[in-house]
């Protein structure tokens, strides 16, 4: 489907932030010779009707809780966004894995309310506490905990997932197989370059992956111009002499892992970085099981099913193939999650 006119909402508020819609309908006309022969309506539905919705604040969380009331305690699925920050994308997924069975909360962790206004230093006990939120939630068992992310919230649900124990399984969408720069500059506002690490714990930055100032203003310059800039973050990898020390050590993960990416990615390699992944998790005896579902002529952005899929730029791969990635891997995403809890269930 071709979108003509795209009205984007970037809900950076939790106050102003209502889950909407929570359907919708599609017409569809079939034409011959420009006369109808035939028509149909579908509803989409974005969250099942028994699915209740929470706004979360406590200590110091923002995020949405998607849950059955009436449910025994289910796995459950802490959800991250990408770099596009807020409380928006995240939620969808939430709202679809609620509408499955497992009770999910939409964590922002940047740009909305007071949270940090980019990705510097975001504190992963703030990732820890959101957890240990969720494992005490009654709808939840707290010994079946699984990570979502997508782009930079994959990489981040591989570094949680390799920090806590508590953690069962990750499942990360277009990630990065190391520690990647966040923000720019030191402080909002600044022109001043004063690269940052993505992530903190108990107060240090971790190591990350280093880039030059030409290197962000070439990178500035290409999205502004709605260009790829996969090639810089594989420059900088290559070029890192601390390649070791950023390297997520996934192998640590407490539980199965999946990997989702496509070779035509605009915003970084993953496709390679998975490929990486998988090899390190071989090399070091991993016990759990790794999928990796690599998709081919594929962009960035492997989403949810039926929607549309049109825009690429700045995304990469096909419309159908963006479409048939999207399709597929959430089928197999919900029977990754079917495996690894059904002796739960």
């Known amino acids: 489907m071709h979108v003509q006119t795209q009205r984007f ?3 950076y508020s939790l106050d102003t932030f209502e ?3 929570r359907s919708t309908e599609i017409h569809l006309t079939a034409e011959v010779h420009e006369k109808p022969i035939a028509r149909a309506s579908i509803t989409r539905i974005f969250v099942s009707p028994e699915v209740s919705i929470k706004k979360i604040r406590d200590n110091g969380l ?3 809780y998607f849950y059955d009331p009436q449910a025994e305690q289910r796995p459950a699925i802490l959800v991250l966004g990408g770099s596009e920050g807020g409380i ?7 709202a679809l894995f609620a509408s499955h069975g497992y009770p999910s ?7 909305c309310d007071d949270l940090p206004d980019d990705i510097r230093h975001i504190p992963l006990e ?8 969720l494992k005490e939630q009654p709808q939840v068992n707290p010994e079946k905990i699984t990570v979502f992310g997508r782009s930079k919230g994959a990489e981040l649900a591989l570094v949680i997932g ?3 124990p508590e953690v069962r399984a990750v499942i990360a969408s277009s990630p990065s197989s190391t520690v990647s720069i966040g923000s720019s500059n030191e402080i909002a506002g600044s022109d001043l370059f004063a690269p940052q690490s993505s992530w903190s714990f108990r107060g240090e930055p971790l190591p990350y992956v280093h880039w030059t100032g030409a290197q962000s203003d070439e990178a500035d310059a290409l999205l502004q111009a709605g260009q790829r800039i996969d090639h810089i973050h594989a420059e900088t990898w290559k070029a890192c002499k601390w390649l070791e020390e950023a390297t997520i050590p996934v192998e640590r993960i407490n539980g199965p892992i999946m990997l989702l990416s496509s070779d035509d990615d605009h915003w970084w390699p993953a496709a390679e970085h998975c490929d990486q992944m998988v090899v390190r998790l071989r090399e070091k005896g991993f016990a759990h099981d790794v999928v990796h579902l690599r998709y081919e002529d594929t962009g960035h952005s492997i989403r949810f099913p039926y929607i549309p899929t049109t ?5 990469g791969g096909t419309a159908k193939n963006n479409a048939y990635a999207s399709e597929h891997s959430w089928r197999e995403v919900l029977q990754f999650l079917e495996k690894v809890f059904s002796k739960e269930r």
């Open 9 to 11: 909402f970037s809900p």
């Open 19 to 21: 889950f909407a819609p």
């Open 62 to 64: 923002v995020g949405q």
């Open 88 to 94: 928006g994308s995240c939620s969808q997924f939430a």
């Open 105 to 111: 909360l939409a964590l922002a962790y940047f740009q």
């Open 126 to 133: 703030y990732i820890q506490n959101a957890i240990r939120w």
């Open 162 to 164: 390799a920090l806590d």
């Open 311 to 315: 825009r690429v730029q700045l995304n």
